[in-house]
């Protein structure tokens, strides 16, 4: 009996870490697309490519709609859990 | 009872452990595979980006300037790329072969993840069968463990108790082989440490067959001091029993096997060589003893003669190089010439003499070939692994040797004649160094004939004008 009240505990320690982390990302996202909508229009935006140091010119507009769908897509995973 | 509660105890620890132990290679397998997943994200992106790369001749980007700086700057050339092979290695490839080496390695990525999660599965799978093993432990005490004590002393051994080597041994097949170094009591003290070694012939057997071949050599040693103390110094001359003989003819075979086939060497069973061994102790005794004039003084140079035969053609050991490369006449070390270098003295003088009668036309012929004769000479020399057994191995390959000098007899000769004659004749010196030098010593006394053989032409003509 205690064994499986232990490994309830693990699964749940499990599910509300990775809530956290999620939360914690969804809030940074809300921020980007916040900072990113604030922007003046002459702005330039560049996205960093992935595991190296190059940052690509993008456009403004469509960073922030793909930042927006980004954090959509986590509020959903958010719910799901 | 309170034997039996401990025991439980010692079982509840043990399957803790057990447990603790797979929950562990679960977390491992855990971190992998979050390894995994990030390679393979960071593999995805980069495909990501190489197909739309070349979609556009330059882009606008930051370049990094060191770890916090940048500066604006425009990537060029967007179809070339190079991929790091491993190792440092880079190749260069545009932007479509370059996901080509991606989508292989997402695929080994891929592999890779399903393996740890099968893994981790499994191991779920065995910690919770623990944790039921703990909670059956825990709570019933119907269930008995059957354990049957190992006792050290009734403790199975197979044979004999194995004895290590001594500290300065070689391996098994070397030991073998070098039991005619070993003086007699050594050997026998050896073989039957081999014997209990091996443990497929008894120490009985061992000792008959020893016995047999000490009375062998006996006789044998009686009738060498009766028969011959006149010809110590050549083997094959001695009236040696025709025992003896095919007992040579046992080795030599032997000695061919070895040569022919590496790999048949490996597959002889052991037994075989041994007994192969023995006789070949027995033969390095019996000849031991016919030449025991030059063996008493070098002992040493006489086994090294025995084993030039068998092991000439494998060098595991610095002295196996030396061995290769060091001829034995008579006994003695003869350190073989190198290729570069002159043919040895007696060479020289065997040409001398069967060159005597070669008509002076031919010396230019000669030098000129000089440099080819000696260099298919010299190649033969290393090529034969059993040269010293057939000193006359040379002049027994004319064919070769003319082959080799089909470009010369084109020249224009008065007499073509001699050509065959000339490819027949021994190894010619490679040198002339060493000829001139006796010329100089002795122009009057060795007048053309000998001489010039290896003279250049503006030698010869100065030589002819005085």
Known sequence: MSSKGRDNDDSSEWQSALKEELNKKIKEQKVLVDELSNLKKNRNVYIQQRNSNIFFLADRGQTLGSCKKELDNMKKELQDM | ?466
């Open chain 2, 1 to 466: 009872m309170a034997e039996e509660g401990k025991v439980s105890v010692d079982d509840l620890g043990g399957v803790v452990r057990l447990r603790e132990e797979h929950e562990k290679v679960v977390k491992d397998c855990e971190s992998r595979i979050q390894h995994w997943k990030k390679v393979s994200g960071d593999y995805e992106a980069v495909n990501e980006r190489l197909q739309t790369l070349p979609d556009q001749l330059s882009y606008d980007i930051m370049v990094p300037f060191g770890p916090l700086a940048f500066m604006p700057g425009k990537l060029v050339h967007t179809n070339e790329l190079m991929v790091l092979l491993g190792d440092n290695w880079f190749a260069k490839c545009s932007a479509k072969q370059a996901q080509k080496i991606v989508d292989h390695r997402t695929k080994h990525v891929k592999s890779e993840l399903d393996d740890l999660s099968k893994t981790m599965k499994n191991f779920e799978a065995r910690v919770g069968f623990v944790k039921d093993l703990e909670t059956f432990s825990a709570r019933k005490k119907e269930y008995a463990e059957i354990r049957e004590e190992v006792r050290q002393d009734i403790a199975v051994t197979k044979g004999r108790q194995r004895v290590a080597h001594r500290p300065n041994s070689k391996p098994k097949l070397e030991t073998i082989l070098d039991l005619k170094e070993e003086d007699e009591e050594e050997n026998q003290e050896e073989s039957s440490d081999e014997g209990s070694r091996k443990g497929i012939v008894t120490e009985e057997e061992l000792w008959a067959r020893l016995d047999e071949l000490e009375k062998l050599e006996e006789l044998e040693d009686e009738q060498d001091r009766l028969s011959d103390n006149a010809d110590m110094n050549s083997e094959d001359t001695s009236s040696s029993s025709s025992e003896e003989d095919k007992e040579k003819g046992r080795r030599f075979c032997f000695s061919c096997k070895r040569i022919e086939s590496e790999a048949k060497l490996d597959l002889l069973e052991p037994k075989k060589v041994r007994i192969n061994t023995g006789k070949n102790t027995m033969l390095k005794f019996s000849e031991r003893k016919e030449q025991k004039e030059i063996l008493k003084r070098k002992k040493k140079n006489g086994h090294n003669n025995g084993l030039s035969h068998h092991e000439l053609h494998k060098i595991t050991t610095p002295a196996d190089i030396y061995r290769l490369f060091v001829d034995v006449k008579n006994g003695e070390p003869v350190p073989r010439k190198s290729i570069l270098k002159s043919r040895s003295r007696e060479n020289s003088v065997c040409s001398d003499t069967s060159e005597s009668s070669a008509a002076d036309y031919e010396e230019r012929r000669l030098t000129g070939r000089s440099f080819s004769h000696d260099e298919a000479t010299t190649s033969d020399t290393s090529d034969g692994v059993t040269e010293e057994d057939s000193p006359t191995g040379g002049p027994l390959h004319p064919p070769n040797r003319f082959e080799a000098f089909s470009g010369m007899v084109v020249e224009k000769d008065p007499m073509t004649s001699a050509v065959p004659h000339m490819t027949i004749a021994p190894p010619a010196l490679p040198t002339i160094l060493e000829r001139r030098q006796e010329e100089v010593a002795v122009p009057e006394v060795a007048p053309p004939q000998q001489a010039p053989k290896k003279v250049s032409k503006f030698k010869a003509a100065r030589l002819q004008r005085t």
